[in-house]
């Protein structure tokens, strides 16, 4: 078991509504949901939720020096990790639901992609909606919004729920590839044109 691994179990088992996952992501599924980095320009990305990091490696490289990446995580032992690891990214200790607050606490004025690694099927409905109402705010009009779902959790009603509130809250949404590598199993959503 990798230290990675050892440290998301520990986690999980303090907190599963909290880390839920027991392992962190593959690189095929970063790669998967880190599509829609623009490949120029200097974009704002947000990743929500970053854990040990295997999206935040993922972003590093395809900004190449580029940009501004801000890395919010509730964790504090892997907000910690995530900033030793990744120092030319901005770690910040707190909650997702803030994120309009931490834009403008640096003077930036909306996200161009936002990452979520938030396992938003172990949330209840309210905290979907609070957590989803701050991402839709603090997106530009062109911005695209990407997360992804285990394949275990899609009969679940929070799962369906969250699908339903991404269709109210995005113009458009697109399911993605299923990444068998990847334990377990995940699939990917893309979503633009947020909804006010």
């Known amino acids: 078991m990798s230290n990675d691994t050892a440290l998301f179990l520990g986690q999980f088992l303090r907190a599963p509504a909290v880390i839920g996952a027991v392992a962190p992501s593959s690189r095929r599924l970063a790669s998967a949901v880190c599509a829609p980095i623009p490949e120029r320009g200097e974009p704002t990305v947000v990743e929500l939720g970053p854990g040990t990091g295997p999206f935040t490696a993922e972003i590093q490289q395809r900004l190449a020096g580029r940009g501004h990446h801000l890395a919010v995580e509730v964790n504090e032992t892997m907000a910690g990790l995530l900033a030793g690891r990744f120092p030319a990214v901005d770690v910040v200790h707190a909650d997702a639901a803030r994120l309009g607050e931490l834009l403008r606490e640096r003077g930036l004025r909306q996200a161009d ?7 938003w099927a172990a949330f209840p409905e309210e905290s979907q909606r609070d957590l989803l109402e ?3 705010a603090a997106m530009g009009l062109g911005a695209a919004f990407t997360t992804f779902s285990y394949i275990h959790a899609i009969p679940l009603g929070s799962a369906r ?7 109210e809250r995005f113009e458009e949404v697109v399911p993605g590839r299923t990444v068998w590598r990847n334990p377990p199993p995940a699939f990917v959503f893309h979503a ?5």
């Open 134 to 136: 701050a991402v839709t």
């Open 192 to 196: 633009r044109r947020p909804r006010r």
């Open 161 to 167: 729920r969250f699908r339903a509130l991404l269709a």
């Open 113 to 119: 992609v936002v990452v979520s690694g938030l396992p």
